[in-house]
């Protein structure tokens, strides 16, 4: 029997949120307290991809705890594992041998992290997921919501988790086989971080992203190591801009102490790059050996490594908000405020915001209609306005390169900051999507990289392999191609096929035979580790990424 002619299970609640990061779980504890306060009973029940929660979270992080002090007033007496304040707001401009500190009185006081905190956001997922389970919300790691399921009016009635079981021949295994389960709500809450799979339907079904500027993203790749005590400066934040990116090339670094003598060192690369030869991954190793860099990290352990993309469109690109019977929250609309880095407070407000309005249309006996109140109150929040004081900040770096662009970008804060989010620039537009920033290769070069040292610099095998990621081989491809021939036959010529570089874990191989002729694509994609770089960057757009078994994917301890 065909897969889909198989009969389902069904379970019904009267919210189900998809994926356990900030947003859902921040928007499943609100909706328990609310329906606390109003003396009623609300079943929530939250579904997430990773074999645990946390699995899938790789953040910075420095995370803003507005939200959460909003939302658990006593975080610190319940033991929230958000332990090292900030003490030290570094922002450094690298050349190749040397760096040049930006004074911190330069710096639009949105940039301060006083009163931020380090965190592993991993660990912070974790500990948000007990407090809702206390709650009485029903958690479901390792099950992927892989169909968006519609009533007969077309709105939203719930989701469909994956099957498990299936080869990669796409036929149920004997014995194995599990169906997925229609899980069956009055609202549904899309929580999936950024380049959601069901997000990106959703948003096409009803047309969300009409009138907004594409989404933009970047990539971080990210590294946890534990340094030796002395060179451990807990509670120092720093940032980097320049080296060993070009002028053409948006991007920069993060370095945070905290914890036991722990350093989360990453960088980002804005995917609007457009040289196909470029390799995130390696620039990444190659910042590491940097004089300012490399010295903190000697003598220490590389304890984990991952990858994941980040929103960065901000005002302009947020989508519309609801849709019939239920909301996007968090990074699955894109509430990152690019030049601070951080969204996870963002993704906390905005599912508050969305289970507040479904608190009040289930009181009012509504059920899968649109929650507008939601898309009002995130225009009065201090979301919206934390977007609109830095809208201009990513246009104006890519209009201007790095360095005109940042200085521009950091006047326009001042201007926002001190104008009541006035700006000189208006609203600036983004203009292009990444995919079709993309050039052709015959007008660049190819990059030549240094070997990695294995001591501070890595293959990217070797990373994959820090990040415990773990696919059952025998299930259908979940990198899936809408036309197979694209790789080779257009990208290949075109572009040196980028997805060779452009994936941080080595999924992409261009083949050939002894001779070097007769090139073939090969995705081994038990390697993935979920970023979703290759669905945003692929310049034909041939690449979509699917959920796959539930489970599958990276393991990180305390991303
Ligand atoms: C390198 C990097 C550094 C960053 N640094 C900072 C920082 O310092 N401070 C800060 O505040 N923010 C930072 N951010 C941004 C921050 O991490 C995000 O804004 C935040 O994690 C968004 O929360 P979310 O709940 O929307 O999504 P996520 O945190 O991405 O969580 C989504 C969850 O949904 C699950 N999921 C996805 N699809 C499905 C599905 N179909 N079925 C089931 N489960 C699914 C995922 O597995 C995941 O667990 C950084 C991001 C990156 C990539
Ligand atoms: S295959 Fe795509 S989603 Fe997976 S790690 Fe590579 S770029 Fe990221």
Redesign the pocket.
Known sequence: MAVEEIARDSMEYDVVI???????LAAAIRLKQAAAEAGTEISVAV????SEVGA?????????PIALNELIPDWKAQGAPIETEVTDDIFLMLGPAGSLRVPNFLMPPLMNNHGNYIVS?GEVCRWLAAQAEALGVEIYPG???AEVLYDENGAVKGVQTGDMGVGRDGKPKDGVFTPGIDILAKYTLI????R???AKRIQAKFDLCNGREPQKFGI?I?ELWQVAPEKHKKGTVQHSFGWPLDDNTGGGS?LYHFGDNLVAV?F?IHLNYKNPYLSPFDEFQRFKQHPTVRPILEGGKRLAYGA???TEGGLQSVPKLAFPGGAL????AGF?NVPR?????N?MKTGMMAADAVIAAIGAGRQRDELTSYEEAYKQSHVYKDLNRVRNVKPLWTRFGLFMGIGLGGLDMWVTTLMGGFSFFGTLKHKKTDAASTELAAKHKPIAYPKPDGVISFDKLSSVYLSNTNHEEDQPVHLTLKDPSIPIRVNLPDYAEPATRYCPAGVYEVLTDEQGANPRFQINAQNCV?CKTCDIKDPSQNINWV?PEGGGGPNYPNM
């Open positions: 998809v994926g356990a990061g900030p947003s859902g579904l997430e991809k990773g899938h979270i790789l953040s910075g992080a420095v995370i803003d956001l099950f992927a919501a929580g999936e971080g950024v959601g799979s069901l971080g990210k993060f990453g980002v994941r993309a980040i929250i968090g990074c699955s990152v880095i951080k969204g996870s407070h993704a979920h959920t």
